[in-house]
């Protein structure tokens, strides 16, 4: 660490702000974690920055909002656990003190995650003697979760039951697979170049799933192309490989990740883009299904409002001139854990008995009827991106991308089998 960086460090540590495992990322392979409860950041890629700084005001509404640039740092204590600290760059505090801060740990309780892939909270009003034989408990299981993480890794598709007690959405921290894998690699990275820096820029987006009580998330790899222009010939070739061995090449989209909330059993279901990449086309068209089917039955009230958001969207990007989003990613996200409303021919004996058994995910369906859910569409990931205006590129295209918007009309087909096939 840098004297310059040191002396930054001891007189603003207050106004840092300490990075959590973002826990609902289900696709890519860049490592995105949690700046507050409506915030998170992933690290800074200048071509994706100059997008979100550049783009045309018709497409912000389908992608999130930028917020800023902050530097990230990173300590590691004898015990291996390391912690991510997001700083204001360059001494800018206004960056972090515009921000919504309020949900974030006070200093006296961080949440400090491990190359272990355990959790551990420390309170500094817990005894040292406390947290010494907490951490040595850790250490005994850590052999086990060790082959535990193995086998996630190696897993395309995960059920993990969820706890019924307490808010659904607070039991999703200890399960997403996904999420793991990135944070154990870019903890790595950083760990291995900590002797040369430990200062990394990093860009803010709206976290999308913070409206969300359980956020299902859908990651689709967009376009029949995926390698930017700016590809090794050996990159280029194994991006066309992995297209044209997956749907991408006939439908210009594919199954990138997903997390799906399963009302039935109280499970979570993971797939991840390894198991993505298999699929053919009737496959896409069932994983799709699997998506918007909560264990119980299907979410046909999503159908409307996704296809209205991606019609819109194709509609805005035939008329972008010139960008090309390669190996870009379309989110669809809607809330797993429904929120009902009583008929208005209930009966009010009826209600009092609901009431008893409001606990209970499946008392009173002929009670109760779902109020209109909303459905996210946004993208995301653009590290790959081009576009004339850009000035820099030696390849400069024309028109609007046609692979990208192939892909769009393709799933907005697949979307409307699903639901005319499900009405008869």
């Not at 590691?76 to 912690?83: A, F, I, M, R, V």
């Not at 799709?288 to 299907?298: D, E, S, T, V």
């Not at 159908?303 to 990007?317: D, G, P, Q």
């Not at 046609?402 to 409307?416: A, E, H, S």
Request: with cysteine; aromatic share 10%.
């Amino acid at each position: 660490m840098s004297p310059a960086f040191g002396a930054m460090e001891v007189e603003h540590y207050s106004k840092g702000v300490l990075l959590e495992p973002f826990v609902h990322q289900v696709g890519g392979h860049s490592c995105v974690l949690r700046f507050n409860d409506k915030t998170i950041c992933k690290p800074l890629i200048q071509r994706e920055h100059q997008f979100y700084e550049t783009l045309p005001t018709e497409m912000r509404k389908f992608t999130p909002q930028y917020e800023g640039v902050v530097s990230v740092s990173f300590e590691e204590d004898e015990d291996g656990n390391l912690c991510l600290i997001a700083y204001p760059l360059n001494g800018d505090h206004d960056n972090l003190e515009n921000l919504d801060n309020s949900d974030c740990e006070p200093k006296s309780k961080l949440l400090r995650w491990t190359n272990k892939k355990t959790m551990l909270l420390e309170n500094e009003k817990i005894s040292k003697e406390w947290v010494r034989q907490h951490r040595k408990e850790e250490k005994m299981k850590s052999h086990k979760l060790e082959e535990e993480f193995e086998w996630l890794k190696k897993s395309e598709v995960l059920y993990y039951t969820v706890e019924k007690k307490g808010n659904v959405s607070s039991q999703f921290k200890h399960h997403n697979p996904w999420s793991m894998k990135c944070h154990q690699q870019q903890l790595q990275r950083m760990k291995e170049n900590a002797k040369h820096r430990n200062q990394y820029k990093f860009i803010l987006l709206e976290n999308l799933t913070s409206r969300y009580e359980v956020p299902c998330v859908l990651d689709l790899k967009m376009g029949t192309r995926q390698h930017g222009d700016d590809a090794s010939e050996e990159k280029k070739a194994n991006q066309i490989r992995k297209c044209q061995q997956s749907t991408s090449a006939v439908i210009g989209v594919r199954v990138c990740g997903m997390q799906v909330y399963q009302a039935g059993t109280g499970q979570l279901m993971f797939m991840n883009k390894y198991h993505g990449r298999k699929l053919s086309v009737q496959g896409f068209k069932e994983a799709l299904y699997q998506f918007f089917h909560n264990g119980k039955y299907l979410r046909r009230e999503l159908f409307e409002s996704v296809l209205k958001k991606l019609t819109e969207l194709k509609s805005v990007l035939e008329k972008q001139e010139s960008y090309r989003f390669y190996s870009s990613s379309l989110l669809i996200i809607y809330d797993g854990k429904e929120r009902q409303e009583v008929a208005v021919d209930s009966d009010p004996e009826d209600l009092e008995d609901l009431s008893e058994e409001s606990s209970d995910e499946s008392a009173g369906a002929y009670a109760y009827k779902p109020t209109t859910s909303t459905v996210d569409v946004r993208m995301i990931d653009f590290a790959h991106t081009t576009c004339k205006y850009y000035g820099e590129d030696s390849v400069v295209h024309e028109g609007q991308d046609t692979g990208y918007v192939f892909g769009l009309q393709n799933l907005i087909d697949i979307i409307k089998e699903i639901r005319d096939e499900s009405s008869e």
